[in-house]
């Protein structure tokens, strides 16, 4: 968190629409791919020239813009002197903090939403980036972090001419791009599930210092996934609500199940961060057992030994007049009175199951 504060303190002081890039650079260069489709026609390739873009805005075709890297703002600000995208719009682009949310714009939607690439995480981040999507009434353009992401089912369906994104426009590009980052809110779970269930076993077998670790840190992420995917039931729902014409209702059926699976993510994150919650309560509990367990043995140990003490402490005084001392049998009989003292405790421990 004071990462995050301490990268947007770079605004401080600026006018509204200032574009600064604000998060960490995680693409070497910026990378534009396009692709154009209709039902009969398809075109991929990589933009070299920004200015190359404006052609397909006002196209019969629908295209896709892609944007790999947000760190070279001259190229964001170009995109959206071509399309016309506001400066605020912009803003909220490059500013990778950003809460996801929906904004209806005149001539565009602009959408915000956070991807998680589980095959792709590393620490800090869970391979989580954040995906802008801007819908206008033939294309869509989507600003990401890094190259690489979790799209390619989409491109693929696109490629086939036997699926229905074909004949369909550029608002049902916009629901499978989003229907893709949210089935991967699943696979995530999936595997935030397995970790759990192996730590809910170390954790009721022999928990150490290192599960305590692992189990803050899931909580951590929990925490931060919550924080992602609690408001995206609200963009979905604000997409099937939405009575901009950029959005179809044949489509707005599509974006309802979106919901329904987002609702389901979130069930299913609550589920998770009780399990986890509980989980440190069970670890506490553990070490608690272990601690009282050493005390019980301890305890037991000094119990044994309190009157083989005092008799050892009685016959160990230098009095003259004590007959015991000068009794031929005297030390092999306070050796048995001694282990008979000893047996008779442990059978009386074992007897109310305190040993």
Known sequence: MARIL?????????????????????????????????????????????????????????????????????????????????????????????????????????????????????????????????LGSHFVISFQEMIGDIFDPVR?????????????????????????????????????????????????????????????????EMMMFRKAVWPVRDLANALVHSESSLIKDETKVYLRDVYDHVAQVIDTAETYREMISGMLDVYLSSISNKMNMVMKVLTIIATIFIPLTFIAG???????????????WSYPALWGVMITIFVIMVCYFKKKKWL
Not at 314 to 328: A, Q, R, T, V
Request: some cysteine; charged content about 30%.
């Open 6 to 134: 301490k990268r947007r303190s770079k605004k401080v002081g600026a006018a509204p629409g200032t574009l600064v890039h604000v998060g960490e650079q995680k693409a070497e260069q910026v990378r534009l791919m396009l692709i154009d489709y209709d039902a009969g026609n398809y075109q991929e390739k990589q933009i070299d020239d920004v200015a190359d873009c404006g052609g397909f805005k006002d196209t019969d075709t629908v295209s896709w813009l892609n944007v790999d890297g947000l760190h070279e703002v001259g190229i964001i600000e170009s995109i959206g002197k071509q399309f016309g995208i506001h400066d605020l719009v912009l803003e909220d682009i490059l500013n990778t903090h950003q809460r996801p949310k929906v904004d209806d714009c005149e001539g565009y939607i602009y959408v915000v939403i956070r991807m998680y690439k589980s095959d792709q995480a590393s620490e800090g981040d869970n391979g989580s980036e954040q995906v802008s999507f801007l």
């Open 156 to 220: 693929d369906r696109i490629k086939n001419t036997k699926w229905r994104i074909r004949k369909l426009g550029a608002d049902y590009l916009l629901y499978a791009l989003i229907d893709c980052i949210v089935d991967h809110y699943f696979v995530f779970l999936e595997k935030m599930g397995d970790t759990i269930e192996s730590l809910q076993e170390e954790v009721a077998s022999d928990p150490t210092e290192d599960t305590l670790r692992q189990i803050h840190k899931l909580k951590r």
């Open 314 to 328: 009685i016959y160990g005084m230098n009095f003259d007049h004590m007959p015991e001392l000068h009794w031929k």
